[in-house]
């Protein structure tokens, strides 16, 4: 079973956050991870992910440079920054409370009220 997209949608910049929050790294490295941590039910288009690390840099949440790679292509890395920890703070904090929301949402009441 693979997870559709829509489910992960307006939470790609908070995924990216997560994945910096233990060091600097790179697009392939990023995505990679995303499909490791998920079993390969999920994988983070390269597109969406490029674009969402032009959105996290330019509002300061990451910062990039080019790696000194002494083999093959040089690779650009991306840092979060004290302004990406609060953000990634913030978008955690949201996600909890949205997913305890939808949580009561979607479950089935019963005929007394309760939830199952």
């Given at each position: 079973?693979?997870?559709t997209a829509d489910l992960i949608r307006g939470h790609t910049d908070t995924?990216?956050?997560?994945a910096l929050m233990s060091g600097d790294s790179y697009g392939y490295r990023i995505s990679r991870m995303i499909s490791k941590q998920t079993?390969?039910?999920f994988e983070m288009k390269e597109a969406t992910l490029y674009t969402a690390f032009k959105?996290?840099?330019?509002?300061?949440?990451?910062s990039s440079y080019w790696g000194e790679e002494g083999t093959g292509a040089r690779r650009r890395y991306y840092a979060i920054t004290a302004t990406g920890r609060e953000t990634y703070t913030k978008l955690m904090h949201e996600w909890e409370e949205?997913?305890?929301?939808?949580?009561?949402l979607i479950?089935?009441?019963?005929?007394?009220?309760?939830?199952?």
């Open positions: 079973m693979s997870i995924i990216i956050l997560a079993d390969g039910r959105r996290l840099e330019e509002s300061g949440c990451i949205a997913g305890a929301l939808i949580e009561r479950r089935i009441p019963t005929a007394d009220g309760f939830i199952i």
